[in-house]
């Protein structure tokens, strides 16, 4: 069984309507929540859902940040 390293069990708290060409992200940072282990990303669970009938294509994407936040990939 893998081992939870990093997560966030609550509640929805609200979403975007993402269209178009638009970035959007979410970053967390180790040893937030649980401990402080240096640790890979191997799999992520998402909530996604869709409104009306899109056709377009959805890419999610895991980068690396900087100090500052900024992606580093």
Do not use: C, R
Request: proline fraction near 4%; hydrophobic fraction near 35%.
């Amino acid at each position: 069984m893998a081992t939870k390293y990093e997560f966030y069990d609550g509640p929805s708290t609200g979403g975007y309507y993402i269209w178009g060409v638009n970035w959007y992200f979410q970053n967390f940072t180790v040893g937030t929540v649980g401990g402080n282990v240096a640790h890979n990303v191997i799999s992520v669970k998402l909530n996604l859902s869709k409104v009306g009938s899109p056709t377009a294509t959805m890419t999610i994407t895991i980068y690396a940040v900087d100090v500052n936040g900024k992606p580093t990939g």
